[in-house]
């Protein structure tokens, strides 16, 4: 599930692009999240922060902040990742728990480096999530980028917090473990290997094309040429629509897709369902302290006849603050479906 792609000598800007793979619609909204909001870690209470940066994300079901960017210019992007082991939380150490994951970073970090020394220093935990409405515990990596073309992917493997931070990092898949996609692409010819670069649409093969193509795209002279160009790139890893692998939601088909300018703060929106592109401009919205969180209603907009497109800054409301799910209520509302399961 998903692809990740970093673009840092777009003339000047760096780019980021994501598909997001999944079997099911997720609900998908676009909020702003303004500076100034409180919130704890979603699982114990014990960490709790006030945002310093304002940013714009993209949810699943309006509970989980699955991909965005704040106005510093440091975008995250969530991903599966089935070797995941997040181990037996300790409570002397900090944890977040999945749903709030990204937004810590997005709400308290300027570059990828003031994140990985954040984690290095705390060995912050992961907690693990079920889906209320499914069942699913994801299995998830985090993906941070920045305005200076850093990288970082973040895996919990046998419990332990694996850290791979390099500027040289650009792409992000799933399946195997990113230390393992980096040896699987001497595989191929463009790495020394004998083998022709592979079409599937396998995590690993997608990983060697979106390595293949970013590193050969051609000087953009606008920003909109750059935006074009990573879509190019992401698109040529994107998966088709098909009927689901059971148990395999990394094979699952692309339901959306972003672009991000890091540099200058655009954040472009595509719907694999529907034909529009939305963007947002991060100075064309009210990030300020005490701004109120404002919700663009991807689901009900781009339903419309004609839907929306463009620069839909301005076009966002308020719907009331954005709710994350957290531990002891996703307990609550498993208990009361247990409940009703009952004769």
Not at 3 to 17: F, Q, S
Not at 66 to 75: F, M, Q, R, T, Y
Not at 84 to 113: E, H, K, N
Request: proline share 6%.
């Amino acid at each position: 599930m998903c692809t990740r792609v970093i673009w840092p000598d777009a003339d000047g800007a760096v780019l980021v692009g994501r598909n997001m793979d999944y079997h099911r619609d997720l609900g998908t909204n676009l909020w702003t999240q303004p500076r100034g909001i409180t919130r704890d870690d979603g699982v114990e209470g014990t960490l709790t922060w006030t945002s310093s940066y304002g940013s714009v994300v993209v949810t699943a079901f309006d509970i989980v902040t699955v991909d965005g960017i704040n106005e510093a210019g440091l975008s995250g992007h969530l991903l599966w990742l089935a070797e995941s082991d997040y181990g037996t939380l300790d409570p002397s150490r900090p944890a977040l728990s999945q749903a709030i994951w990204l937004q810590y970073f997005l709400d308290t970090c300027a570059t990828v480096a003031e994140a990985v020394d954040w984690m290095t220093r705390t060995r912050v935990q992961v907690a693990t999530m079920v889906d209320p409405g499914s069942g699913e515990t994801p299995e998830l990596h985090l993906a941070l980028d920045d305005a200076t073309g850093d990288s970082a992917i973040i895996e919990y493997i046998d419990g332990r917090l694996c850290i791979h931070h390099d500027r040289s990092y650009r792409v992000m898949t799933n399946s195997p473990p990113f230390d393992q996609q980096l040896q699987l692409l001497t595989r191929y010819q463009p790495w020394g290997g004998p083998g022709l670069l592979p079409g599937t649409t396998e995590a690993a093969d997608r990983f060697a094309r979106a390595s293949y193509y970013v590193d050969r795209l051609p000087r953009p002279g606008s920003q909109v040429e750059a935006i074009a160009a990573m879509f190019s790139v992401i698109r040529n890893a994107a998966q088709p629509f098909r009927i689901p692998d059971p148990g395999k939601p990394d094979a699952s088909q692309t339901i959306w897709q972003t672009v991000a300018d890091l540099t200058r703060g655009r954040f472009v929106y595509e719907s694999t369902t529907r034909p529009n592109v939305v963007w947002v401009d991060l100075d064309k919205v009210n990030l300020a302290a005490g701004a109120p969180q404002l919700k663009l209603d991807l689901i009900g907009k781009l339903a419309l006849e004609g839907g929306i497109a463009g620069n839909v800054s301005t076009q966002f409301t308020d719907c009331g603050p954005l709710n994350f799910l957290t531990i002891p209520i996703m307990r609550e509302l498993l208990a009361a479906a247990e409940q009703t399961k009952k004769p």
